[in-house]
């Protein structure tokens, strides 16, 4: 699996005339058995996408033991009261996504001396039950997490389940590009390649990678 994705990847970015190697397959080992995120370690892969707290506090101590130099990224929603334990254990979080959860990393990444990486999630849909800034205050939201010396690097979206992804993620792209962001986490198993055609630098890959989720 992990071969195919690769290969898929590579081939989107010279399709987009990209050169090989930059996107990051981020390789989402949610709700995925042990032994099925182990296969893809042995193979050599060392970006994985987490959604709880709790689960990757579980499992992620031990693998890092195991497999120096893997990285562990937050993508699912963060509440504010677990912003500390995902500060101590995350390389980079992807849904920085209100002023509540900013003005809370500012103070703990002052307390802990570090910040991990943060990319601010877009509602680029607009869709009230979905978290993420809305595309009209993005500009001040991030504006405003600089001032309080956040590291923002880039951007996240997640399009609307129905629609085209493109719109979305050129949308995306037009965010960053005005901001000065060089990175944009955008595109997941069904949508990547189309992704990769519009910029994006971190691609989020789950069930194509590790098969179907067993809950």
Not at 60 to 81: C, E, S, Y
Not at 89 to 115: K, M, V, W, Y
Not at 142 to 150: M, Q, S, V
Request: proline share 7%; glycine share 8%.
């Amino acid at each position: 699996m992990l071969d195919d994705i690769t290969r898929r990847i590579h081939d989107a970015e010279r399709a987009a005339n990209r050169a090989e190697g930059s996107v990051r397959l981020i390789a989402v080992s949610k709700v995925q058995p042990d032994d099925r995120v182990r296969e893809v370690l042995e193979q050599g892969h060392r970006i994985f996408g987490e959604n709880y707290v709790q689960e990757a506090q579980g499992k992620w101590p031990a693998f890092r033991g195991d497999f120096p130099g893997a990285k562990v990224h937050m993508i699912g929603p963060l509440q504010t009261n677990k912003a500390k334990p995902a500060m101590q254990l995350f390389d980079a979080i992807h849904t920085l996504d209100r002023p509540s959860l900013a003005n809370r990393l500012a103070r703990l990444a002052q307390e802990e001396g570090r910040c991990p990486d943060l990319f601010v999630q877009v509602n680029t849909g607009s869709e009230p039950q979905k978290a993420g800034i809305l595309p009209p205050d993005a500009d001040a939201f991030i504006a405003d997490a600089r001032a309080l010396d956040l590291p923002v690097i880039g951007l996240m979206c997640i399009p609307p389940d129905a629609e085209d992804p493109a719109p979305h993620f050129e949308m995306l792209a037009r965010i960053a590009k005005r901001n000065g962001l060089a990175n944009l986490s955008m595109g997941m198993s069904s949508d990547f390649e189309t992704a990769i055609t519009h910029g994006a630098t971190h691609i989020r890959v789950g069930s194509a990678l590790f098969g179907a989720r067993v809950y």
